[in-house]
Structure formats: C-alpha cells, structure tokens
C-alpha cells in the first residue's frame, strides 16, 4: 500500500540535512538549513502531484491536495483537512553530520551505537521496543540526534501525496499541507497564516509511539519570585545585611519535592525553577508551573503563597514579590466544543487494525496554540522516540503505519460528511 522503500529513502535523505533550530538567532527560520530542505521537500511535493505550491520568505511552505471527489461522494461537503510539519530540529543535541544506523529485522537485543560506545537501547529500559519485534529500527550514530522529530512527519505527508498521485482512484477531500519553520522554539505554530492555510481542521503529524493521538496537554502558567534584600559592608553586616540570593534560595527550598518534575509522571502536576540570578540587594527567579486543571494551577500558586508568608516572617526586611501569568491553556477545553477532531481520529487508527492511545501531553505542542486559535488541531503519532537526545530512534514500520493512518483519516472524514 506505502511504498516503503521511498519512504525511508525519503527520511534518510532530509535527516542528513543539518536544520538544528538556533535559539538566539533573530531571524526566522533561526538556520539556513531549514531553507535548504524546504528546497527540497518544495520539489518532492511537487514531484508528488501538490498544487498550490507556495514557499513564504520564512521557509514556510503551503500547498494542497485536491480533491477528487465523483459518483456519490460528488455531492458532499467535505471539511478541508490540514496536516502539518516542521522542518527545525532541536537545540539539545547536535544536528550536524547525522550518521544514520539502520537495523533490519529487530529481534529484541541490546541497540548499540556506533560513535558512542556508552550509550546503548533495549527493551528493558525503553519498553516501546518490546512492540517493535521484525520492525526496521533506525537510529543516530550516538554523536548527534536522528531529526526523526520532525523528518519523519515531513517524510510521511510527502508520501501521503504521492500515494493519492500514484492512487486516483482512492476519493478523498480538499487537504491543504504546512511546512513550517522553528517549531522547536516555540514560534512556528504562532506564524502560520491561518487565512493562507485555509482549513477546517488540522492535524499535526508530530507524534510518538503507534497508534497514540494527543487528546490534552498541560496547563501552562510562567512566573517571576523576585527578592529584595539589604546591601551593606558584610565585615559590619550585623542587623543590617540581608542577602537576597540566600532569602530566594531558601524559597526555592520550601518547594514540595513531590511536584519537581523527576518526581513525576503521568497526570500529575508539576512546576520548577529555571533562570535563577541575582545578588546581595536583588534576586530573581522564573517558576514554571504545570497542571491539567486550571484549579489545580490556582492550588499549586496558593502553596506558592504560603512559602513567601513563611519566608517573609522570618526575614520581615525583604520583599518579596510573586507574578504568575498564563503561557497556554488546556486544549482539551478548545476540542471538546467539536468532538469529531479526536473521534474521527480514533476510527482511523482503528480501521488500519491498531488500538488508539490517547496521549496527555505533558507539555504544551502546536495544536494546543492552533485550537486557541480558532483553528481545531490535535497531533497524531510518526513513530520517533527519545526525542532530542543522542539516543533518539524510530521504527520504519511505524512511520510506514502513520502514512495509513491519515489516507485512513481522510477517508473517514469523507465517509462521515453529508
């Protein structure tokens, strides 16, 4: 059905592009390479049929898959379906000369790489692997990540058009596709020009493992705690000197473990501490703090309450300021008003034989910024694994599974329309 071969030839060709997503550049995209593979996947969607081939001067790219509706299915109206994927890869690890290492035919040992002999796989510490038996795993050489986040999603919507070239006969609605640029910074999702992308519905293909679809992310609120001490001579510091950063540090102190994010998993809440600086007369810090209810976000900023009481009557000279602001909300909230998003995607998944598995994401992701919006989004699974890191992999299998799985989801969108 997927022509497999192209489909890894695909991948392994953007892989070896270096597209690493700079953090302090001023410029979108953040790196050239990101100009260089939209290059090419420019010319493969073209080659796969694409019309309405557009590339905007931030690498972003638009395009569309007609559709190719007649006899019964002439007369409905089909929602306009969007899937999108980015082409910048993390800052976390090294994007530069990606060595692929292909394993054919997995049998359940222990994965070693090639440049690291210190980094090693197995079903026994990434579990995922034990479903992956006769699968083709690939990863990095161990020096550097894959880009399987996101190559992989790039490399399955090329496919996706070239199957409906290759497959005219295979009805289907109007699709509209998204390349964008700097996803890993946060911002890609926040320039996509909504009006240019023209859907009802999107779907981002930048998920993980087989068969999940996210179905909720956290609650995402950010804030500073700043301190105010007192300055003076520490050889005469008696009574008078206070020092901010030790005040500050003793508040970081007073934070429940239980809610640090090592301590976590699943649906629990979390927060942490991240840009702590300052000196004797000032210091600061920014606090993250992560829930899937919004009460429980109000919860976790009233125990933040209770530290700075407990600290400021022990130190009743300094000041001491906390401001908490929302980043993201929920989109489970945004999704539940039209529940066919998620659903439709359900019965996808199960009509290629896989089980769905509903993913919280612990974390904020494109369709989370997409639904609040306006435009309706989730995120379906591609396959990589240990994302970001020099142990990074994917099943090709997987990859070959999630092409299925969106010929499916059209399908199941065409069937479903009046």
Not at 334 to 354: N, P
Request: net charge neutral; aromatic share 8%; proline share 4%.
């Amino acid at each position: 059905m997927i022509n497999r071969k192209a489909l890894v030839e695909r991948f392994l060709k953007y892989v070896k592009i270096d597209t690493q997503a700079v953090p302090e550049a001023k410029t979108v995209p953040s790196s050239k390479g990101q100009f260089e593979l939209a290059k090419l996947v420019l010319e493969d969607l073209k080659n796969a049929g694409v019309q309405e081939l557009i590339m905007k001067e931030n690498a972003f790219i638009y395009g569309t898959i007609p559709e190719n509706l007649s006899g019964a299915n002439k007369s409905k109206k089909v929602p306009v379906l969007g899937f999108l994927s980015h082409l910048d890869t993390a800052a976390e690890a090294p994007g530069k000369n990606i060595k692929p290492q292909i394993i054919e035919n997995y049998k359940g040992q222990k994965i070693t790489y090639t440049g690291n002999s210190e980094l090693s796989l197995s079903p026994e510490t990434e579990p995922k692997l034990k479903n992956c038996i006769g699968h083709t795993i690939i990863t990095s050489d161990g020096t550097t990540l894959l880009g399987g986040d996101d190559k992989a999603g790039l490399s399955a919507i090329v496919e996706l058009a070239n199957y409906y070239k290759g497959h005219p006969e295979v009805q289907h609605g109007k699709i509209r596709i998204a390349i964008i640029a700097d996803e890993e910074l946060g911002i890609g999702a926040e320039l996509v020009d909504l009006k240019e992308f023209g859907v009802n519905f999107a779907y981002t293909v930048d998920g993980s493992g087989l068969g999940e679809i996210d179905v909720e992310s956290f609650n995402g609120f950010k804030g500073k705690v700043k301190v105010t001490g007192y300055s003076a001579f520490p050889g005469y510091g008696k009574g008078i000197y206070l020092n901010a950063t030790k005040v500050l540090s003793e508040f970081v102190s007073k934070m429940s473990e239980d809610l640090w994010p090592e301590n976590c998993e699943k649906r629990d809440p979390i927060w942490w501490v991240d840009e702590f600086k300052g000196g004797v007369g000032e210091a600061e810090l920014t606090v993250f703090l992560r829930n899937f209810d919004l009460e429980g976000i109000k919860k976790q900023e009233k125990m933040l309450d209770k530290i700075k009481d407990g600290i400021q009557k022990k130190y009743p000279k300094a000041k001491i300021a906390i401001e908490i602001a929302e980043s993201y909300k929920n989109y489970k909230l945004e999704l539940d008003k039209d529940k066919r998003v998620v659903s439709y995607a359900e019965e996808a998944i199960k009509k290629i034989g896989l089980k769905p598995v509903p993913v919280y994401v612990r974390g904020g992701n494109d369709s989370c910024h997409l639904c609040f919006s306006g435009l309706l989004s989730t995120n379906l699974f591609i396959g990589m694994e240990k994302m970001h890191s020099f142990q990074e992999w994917i099943s090709l299998d997987v990859m070959e599974k999630a092409v299925e799985n969106l010929i499916s989801l059209c399908g199941v969108w065409l069937e479903k329309s009046a």
